[in-house]
């Protein structure tokens, strides 16, 4: 498979920090729908940090990357999302070690750490109405004959449109119980956006 350096991770945070602050104002609406009407905010904040950071300081391995970035997500970001994805992108980034260069396999399994550590912070499991449920299937499409970053996207794409029927059972939407049906969860669909951001990086 084709070896992904350090340019390569820069550039999905770069992409992922462009597709937030273009994605911003509709994260905020489905957010204002059933929360707090900040999660468009939020991401921008942490991912314009995060872009800042990576284009002053640039790490040399993958790894230390995907770990500036969580770093900044967790230091800047207020709302639930920073931690929680902070936490996604350290544990996937200390998952990749030392190398300088790693395999889009490393890659999958490193992100597969990465949200089970989410879901360990979040209490929080797949159809719960949250970001695990467009992260959990896209891990799965990086693995199996198919495997791709565009299936992943698809994937991911496709499980923050399968929020809307959900009741939220974690974070404030489940605070609407019953009333949560019937929307798409905002970190879902932030999920998915990072994914297709992935996608566009091995372009
Ligand atoms: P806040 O809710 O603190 O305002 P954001 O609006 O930035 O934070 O992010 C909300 C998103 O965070 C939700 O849409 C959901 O996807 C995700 N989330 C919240 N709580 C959890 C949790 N316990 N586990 C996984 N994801 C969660
Ligand atoms: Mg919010
Ligand atoms: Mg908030």
Redo the contacts with the bound molecule.
């Keep these: 498979g084709t070896a992904l350096d350090a340019a390569f991770f820069v550039r999905w945070m770069t992409v992922s920090s462009a597709a937030v602050d273009r994605e911003a104002d509709h994260?905020t609406e489905?957010?204002s729908a059933?929360?707090?009407?900040?999660?468009g905010s939020?991401?921008q904040r942490g991912f314009a940090a995060v872009a800042k950071v990576l284009e002053t300081e640039p790490p040399a391995t993958p790894g230390a990357v995907l770990i500036a970035a969580g770093r900044q997500l967790i230091s800047t970001?207020?709302?639930?999302?920073?931690p929680?994805y902070g936490t996604l992108l350290r544990r996937s980034g200390k998952a990749l070690g030392e190398a300088s260069e790693v395999t889009a396999d490393q890659l999958r399994e490193g992100l597969r750490a990465g949200v089970d550590a989410?879901?360990q912070?979040?209490?929080?499991a797949p159809g719960?109405?949250?970001?695990?449920?467009?992260l959990y299937p896209a891990v799965e499409a990086l693995a199996g004959a198919s495997g791709s970053f565009d299936a992943a996207a698809d994937a991911a794409q496709k499980g923050a449109l399968a929020?809307v029927p959900l009741q939220?059972r974690?974070?404030?939407?489940?605070y609407l119980g019953e009333r949560s049906v019937g929307h798409q969860?905002?970190?879902?669909?932030?999920?998915a956006l990072l994914f297709a951001a992935l996608a566009e990086a091995a372009k």
């Excluded at 970001?77 to 920073?82: D, N």
């Excluded at 912070?121 to 929080?124: E, I, N, R, Y």
């Excluded at 969860?185 to 999920?191: R, V």
């Design positions: 994260l489905l957010d059933i929360g707090d009407a900040d999660h939020n991401m970001v207020g709302g639930a999302s920073g929680l989410v879901a912070l979040g209490g929080s719960d109405k949250t970001m695990l449920d467009a929020t939220a974690k974070g404030r939407a489940s969860d905002p970190g879902a669909t932030s999920s």
